[in-house]
């Protein structure tokens, strides 16, 4: 097995939304193929046919878009694959690891009836019959397991675990109307599918056995297991709604970057030292399953809120005005011609304290607001006529400014005030929102540069020409 090279693969089930746990189920496989030079696949575990929608694909798609976790080839549908599943049974039922079970309903309640009372698993009269005395009625076909001994699971996450043969009944693989099972036709995409390493939700872990089992009643060799614990809320509750959020796209609606959620959910159960901030190449260089820890893992907001401050102070200031501008839109605030580059200005002067792209979103109102700028009353209140007075000094000094950044202005305001022989906290204040109409703003040299000289000066005349 060693000398294959590496496929894993994600395996969702289309169930209307993404949970945050198959996110990072997708990267840590994501992580191990490119660590290991292999292959990342993805299938669509679709056999639900109710639940399975178009729509519930596409968010899967969305999803794994979103968070850059791209598989390496077309998406493998289950249900499409119907027909090798049942040739898998067929070649089973030849091999004699499969049987024909002519239980009726009736017969297998007596037989669940007794085999509770008598502490095991069910067992089918027809593992050992002859399939010469099969009656013409409906039948299963069910997997011929061992009955005794032991299958061990050798995870690389949770270590040996061992599940004794004598406490897994046989199978179902095909159901009455031929339709595959679920473990059945999982064993077989995987095994077509070339994939050498299933890593996935514990909650599979029991699947691991009989999964195993049919392995090797097809005669395969059963993949590299590993299955990682799920992820908790902060309180170390099973995640769920209350703990605000668990499904992907949710966290892209909070205003998350995908860059900030794969660093963050690298963490969660996997780590690299003290390590909290690192790029992608760094966490494909640095990932082993093995180093995936057997604990479940916390969700925990404020490092999560850390991470996205972090990639926000990084990011391109245009990507970002994109995804702001689309928070603005979403709160119906219409956009104008130039708005994009507006917001690119400004990003840099304003997102140092943002969490995240909302956060960012409110923190750039104020360049989109349109002139003349309604001012709030306490805005007119500072606005005396003192103050105005020096304001008119003020705009001169401005418009003469040889250059427009935050250490020229933030020279050239200290200067002036100086000059007027008051403090800054005299100009400030009343500037600040002459500039920003009231909403959240930077520094007051920030606020300029964010808004640029033309639309500056613009704001404060506009502010000037008001009727005392
Ligand atoms: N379809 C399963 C799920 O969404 C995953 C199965 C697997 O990874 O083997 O939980």
């Avoid at 994600?10 to 198959?22: E, W, Y």
């Avoid at 050992?128 to 009656?135: F, G, H, I, T, Y």
């Avoid at 902060?234 to 959020?245: C, F, I, W, Y």
């Amino acid at each position: 097995m060693s000398d294959r090279p590496v496929v894993t693969r994600i395996a969702p089930s289309p169930t209307g939304a993404m949970h945050i746990g198959t996110a990072r189920t997708a990267l840590f496989n994501w992580l191990y193929a490119r660590h290991t030079g292999g292959k990342f696949l993805l299938r669509i575990e679709d056999t639900d046919r109710e639940r399975s929608t178009q729509d519930a694909v596409q968010v899967i798609f969305d999803g794994l878009a979103w968070l850059g976790l791209e598989a390496d080839e077309a998406p493998v549908f289950q249900a499409s694959r119907a027909d090798r599943h049942t040739l898998a049974v067929e070649a089973m039922l030849a091999r004699g690891s499969a049987y024909r079970d002519y239980m009726s309903p009736d017969e297998l309640e007596a037989e669940r009836a007794l085999a509770r009372t008598e502490g095991r698993v069910v067992r089918s009269p027809w593992r050992d019959l002859s399939p010469n005395d099969a009656p013409d009625r409906p039948f299963v076909v069910r997997l011929k397991a061992p009955a005794e001994g032991e299958t061990l699971i050798d995870d690389q996450v949770k270590g040996a675990v061992r599940f004794q043969n004598k406490d897994l009944d046989d199978l179902i693989l095909l159901r009455t109307d031929g339709t595959p099972t679920y473990n059945l036709a999982v064993v077989v995409d995987d095994h077509e599918m070339g994939v050498t390493h299933v890593i996935r939700g514990d909650d599979h872990l029991n699947n691991a056995a009989r999964q195993t089992l049919i392995y090797q009643g097809l005669g395969w060799t059963p993949p590299v297991w590993a299955h990682l614990p799920l992820i908790h809320g902060p309180d170390g509750a099973k995640l769920s709604k209350r703990h605000g959020a668990q499904a992907v796209s949710e966290f892209a609606d909070m205003g998350y970057l995908p860059e900030a959620m794969r660093n963050y959910l690298a963490k969660l159960g996997w780590g690299h030292g003290d390590d909290e901030i690192f790029t992608d190449e760094q966490a494909v260089a640095w990932f082993d399953i093995k180093d995936v820890v057997g604990a479940p893992a916390r969700l925990d907001w404020a490092k999560l809120n850390h991470l996205n401050n972090h990639y926000i102070r990084q990011a391109e200031p245009a990507r970002l005005a994109d995804l702001v501008a689309r928070v603005h839109q979403s709160r119906d605030w219409p956009l104008r011609d130039g708005d994009m580059a507006r917001l690119a200005q400004a990003i840099p002067f304003v997102r140092d304290g943002a969490k995240t792209t909302l956060e960012l979103a409110d923190a750039t109102v104020f360049v989109l607001k349109h002139r003349p700028l309604e001012l709030p009353a306490k805005a007119l209140e500072l606005l005396t006529p003192e103050t105005r007075e020096r304001f008119v000094r003020l705009r001169d000094t401005l418009a003469a400014a040889p250059t427009w950044d935050v250490p020229a202005l933030e020279a050239s305001n200290r200067a002036f005030a100086e000059r007027e022989g008051v403090g800054l906290g005299k100009i400030g204040p009343a500037l600040r929102a002459v500039l920003s109409g009231g909403s959240p703003a930077p520094d007051l040299a920030g606020a300029l540069v964010a808004l640029g000289k033309d639309e500056s000066l613009g704001r404060l005349d506009d502010a000037l020409s008001l009727n005392s």
